[in-house]
């Protein structure tokens, strides 16, 4: 690709080389520590499934047991296969029931017990982790016989709080044109300490993220991929306090693209930062294993930050994201880095503005699938300026050569989208798509928009450099991103997090490659040595 | 009543009484003849509307079992302004701008907001949709006002904490959200709350916080017999208890 923008290809890599800076002692800690969610997540990809007559997970039953029994330092993993191996259960699930009566003495095993214990463990996290490797070759395997749709993929959400409305509601959708779908959850699942299960028909203004609703829409869609000749693809949301946990249940059911942000529940849900840090870094690799596109959260910070005075911010967050999804394991073609058409459209050139800062992403992430947001902020309730916005917004995209658009409601903000809301959301996106789709390649921005994404980066820069010699979980701490001030030791989830004692084994994570650190993962994007 | 209070919708003249409204039918308009019965189904339901003389001017499938229509007409109805009444609001709803204003005017300094859902109830929807910066209906929660700290000590805190806990932060209020109804908890609840805080020891001597309680099975008007300053209903949002909260605590017109 070529630049628009004549970005300094050294100012590039020195905004990359601070993100990575300001991103390191938080990687460190999420090497040196483990969560509750990680925990139970082992014991899913371990076979753990299902919950008790409360609908309480017997992986939330089982981790609560080793904690009370051995603590967590040493992960989960050694104390349950040892019960399994010593206890002559026949799976997890009778060992889970009988934990939850207490009447497993779990302990933590030595010598020739642990490395019983850990083979073992490795065996059966292992079948997990070949579903999560199946799956992914099945989608290519899909995808192959079937078609893939070309960018911009369009991205479409349903949420009616009952999976067997969402399935006719995304699979109308598909047949309208959407190649992506979303489907939003229940309003509060993030803080959530566990994920429910099972088939769900009722949810706050949106459905609840279980393995079953999953499984159920994931097929409904194959059904659908198969009958248009395209593959359409499903997305969820791993975050909140059970991220790394949804993180394996997509990999599991074959979600195609997952919300992952590294800072979104810290900033906009008060989750704690290091519990989210340490969460983050286990789910993205998950989702690399899994082929799956990772999402961030970008656009958020403009709904509550002004769009031209915060737009720095949004680039700051995608530096730092394509930093911990690389150290994680994301390639480049699965980091969907979010962004927003969120400026007040009564500022003087506010199409310039955006034009200027969506330019600027793509050529900051040029192989990243780029996902761009809707207006949401200045959506008033008048519907036919926002109508209007809504193709301004679809222009930007195809002008800028963004990746996944979201499809914007002109009824944004008034209620959840009507049948003919989204039909004509998608009437707009197809005439300024075939109108103007081809005006990306002609399109030359003059000096106002060169300068504008010129001055954007070089806050952005500026700010890093401040992150760096702050630290990047005191500028969180200060209210950077999203003006909001979340302390590293305030929020939701604290008491989930353990420091990993030496002995520390995690049959997940040595599947996933996380060993001693070895080669630079950023070397690459890098291109050379930090100065 | 005088002529001048009489008005009908204006479309391009006085007392034409045009109107457009758009809707989709049930009805697959994708064939000819399904596309007639359509239409006609949609100006038999316009006319029931009142329109009449009424007009499709938009008729458009969507997939093979709806019908999305544009309608124009006119309807006779006449509205006379001398006998509308306007709901009376105990409060006016205000902007954040103008919440954090209020704030800055009248208190001078930030206005300190503890929330809790108490009792046995693990539901945070409610207090986390009022509280947290991510909002609810489309309006960004009490952390998003620059003039209001939050503390959200989140689910099924008790009592005590939460008497403890707001006199420790010098709270100008208490939100206490409850969804689980259960025997009545969610009253037992709001009621145990007033008493907590009418005796504590904290509040002693001292204004005790203003206290709101919240959720989908509240009586709005039983504030008083449950011992609280004021109770939300359903589908609250977080700029109702916002501007709420100013207009008990930080009246306009009054400066620090």
């Known amino acids: 690709m070529k630049s628009k923008l004549n970005l300094d290809p050294e100012k590039v890599r020195l905004a990359r080389q601070l993100a990575r800076r300001a991103g390191e002692p938080v990687t460190q800690l999420a090497r040196t520590h483990t969560t509750t969610s990680i925990e139970r997540a082992v014991l899913r990809l371990g076979g753990l499934d299902g919950a008790d007559a409360d609908g309480m997970p017997w992986v939330n039953r089982v981790v609560d047991a080793v904690r009370e029994a051995t603590g967590l330092e040493y992960g989960v993993a050694l104390p349950v296969w040892d019960a399994m191996v010593s206890g002559g259960y026949p799976d997890l699930r009778t060992l889970a029931e009988q934990a939850a009566a207490g009447q497993v003495k779990f302990r933590l095993p030595a010598g020739s017990e642990a490395m019983a214990a850990r083979e073992q463990a490795v065996r059966s996290v292992e079948r997990g982790v070949a579903i999560i490797d199946g799956q992914r070759a099945l989608r290519t395997r899909m995808i192959a016989g079937l078609a893939d749709p ?46 429910p299960e099972g088939a769900t028909r009722e949810g706050y203004a949106g459905t609840y ?47 195609d693209m997952m919300l992952n942000d590294c800072m979104y529940g810290i900033i906009f849900r008060d989750i704690n930062p290091v519990r989210t840090f340490i969460d983050q870094r286990f789910s993205r690799q998950v989702h690399a294993r899994a082929g799956i596109v990772i999402n961030t959260g970008e656009d958020n910070y403009l709904t509550t930050a002004d769009a031209v005075d915060a737009a720095h911010t949004v680039v700051v967050s995608q530096l730092l994201n394509e930093y911990f999804a690389v150290e994680a394991g994301l390639e480049t073609w699965q980091l969907g880095l979010g962004h927003a058409f969120e400026i007040n459209p009564a500022v003087p050139d506010s199409f ?74 998608l009437e707009n996106v197809r005439y300024v798509r075939s109108a103007a789709g081809r005006l990306g390649m002609s399109f030359q921005p003059d000096a106002f928009v060169v300068e504008r994404a010129h001055r954007v980066l070089d806050e952005a820069v500026g700010l890093l450099r401040r992150i760096g010699t702050d630290g990047l979980l005191a500028a969180i701490g200060d209210g950077t991103f999203g003006v909001t001030k979340r302390p590293p030791d305030g929020g939701r989830g604290l008491d989930g997090v353990i420091a990993r004692a030496d002995g520390y084994f995690n049959p997940v994570s040595k599947l996933l490659g996380d060993g001693p650190v070895e080669a630079d993962p950023m070397a690459e994007v890098l291109g050379g040595e930090p100065e | 009543m005088s002529v001048a209070d009489l008005v009908r919708p204006y479309g391009d003249t006085t007392g034409d009484g045009r109107v457009q409204v758009s809707f989709t039918l049930p009805v697959p308009g994708t064939s000819a003849a399904e596309r007639a019965l359509a239409e006609a189904a949609a100006l038999q339901l316009a006319g029931k509307m009142g329109l009449s003389p009424a007009m499709v001017v938009h008729a458009k499938p969507i997939g093979p079992s709806f019908t999305f229509f544009i309608v124009y007409g006119q309807v006779n109805h006449l509205v006379d302004l001398s006998a509308v009444e306007v709901p009376s609001r105990e409060f006016d709803l205000l902007s954040p701008a103008e919440v954090n204003l209020r704030i800055r005017t009248a208190l001078g300094r930030k206005l300190v907001v503890v929330g809790a859902t108490v009792g046995t109830d693990a539901h945070t929807v409610g207090i986390d949709a009022i509280l947290n910066v991510k909002g609810h209906a489309g309006e960004k929660g009490l952390e998003y006002y620059r003039e209001i700290r939050v503390v959200n000590m989140g689910a099924q805190v008790p009592v005590s904490a939460l008497v403890a806990r707001a006199a420790a932060e010098r709270a100008d209020a208490v939100l206490v959200s409850q969804v689980v109804t259960q025997r009545d908890a969610h009253l037992t609840n709001a009621r145990e709350l007033g008493v907590a805080f009418r005796d504590a020891p904290e509040f002693a001597g001292s204004r005790r916080p203003l206290l709101v309680v919240g959720g989908p099975r509240f009586d709005p008007s039983a504030a008083a017999s449950l011992g609280v300053d004021k109770v939300f209903g359903r589908a609250t949002t977080p700029g109702e208890v916002a501007s709420y909260l100013v207009h008990a605590l930080a009246p306009a017109g009054a400066a620090s």
């Open chain 1, 150 to 195: 070309p960018y911009p993929w369009i991205y479409l959400i349903v949420a009616t709080g009952d999976i067997y409305e969402d399935i006719p509601q995304a699979q109308a959708a598909a047949r309208e044109g959407a190649d992506v779908i979303a489907v939003i959850r229940s309003t509060g699942q993030s803080l959530l300490d566990y994920v």
């Open chain 1, 209 to 255: 993220a279980t393995r079953e609703n999953f499984r159920l829409m994931r097929a409904a869609l194959d059904d659908t991929s198969r009958e248009l000749g395209r593959y359409v693809r499903l997305t969820n949301y791993a975050s909140g306090l059970c991220m790394p946990e949804i993180a394996s249940l997509a990999g599991l059911e074959r979600l």
């Open chain 1, 352 to 425: 310039l503005l955006e034009l200027a800062h969506a330019q600027l992403v793509r050529e900051l992430f040029p192989g990243a699938p780029l996902k761009y947001m809707p207006p949401t902020k200045h959506m008033t309730g008048n519907v036919f300026a926002g109508y209007l916005l809504d193709a301004f917004f679809n222009l930007c995209g195809l002008m800028t050569d963004q990746s996944i658009l979201l499809v914007g409601m002109m009824t944004e903000g008034i209620h959840t989208p009507f049948l003919s809301d989204r039909d004509l959301a």
